[in-house]
């Protein structure tokens, strides 16, 4: 069984930045895409970015250009560098193989306010 563990969120004003890890346990990391999803308070779970097996990056409009998805498979860990965050960011944000497949993990909560 996959384990997720998400961290490095935390509380910044607009246009701050922050650098979001994610360390997966098991060895088929490094065959499967991987990205960042993202769920907002009284909203659905979305995907943001994902990374193929390869290294290359995907993503949504909403945050093409400010955030970008990086992998190191030697650690089993994925990393989503945010900048120029917006209040729209604020949401609890989680990793999994793109398409979603493990079990969620706790996820990492970012809040962007002044």
């Known amino acids: 069984q996959v384990q997720l563990v998400e961290s490095g969120g935390g509380l910044v004003q607009p246009e701050g930045s922050l650098r979001l890890s994610c360390a997966a346990s098991g060895s088929i990391f490094s065959f499967s895409a991987m990205g960042w999803y993202r769920q907002a308070p009284g909203k659905q779970r979305e995907n943001i970015a994902y990374?193929?097996?390869?290294?290359?990056?995907h993503y949504a409009d909403s945050v093409k250009g400010r955030f970008t998805i990086s992998r190191d498979n030697a650690k089993n860990t994925v990393y989503l560098q945010m900048n120029s965050l917006k209040p729209e960011d604020t949401a609890v944000y989680y990793c999994n193989r793109y398409p979603a497949y493990y079990r969620w993990g706790q996820g990492t909560q970012v809040a962007v306010t002044s």
């Open positions: 990374i193929s097996t390869s290294g290359t990056p």
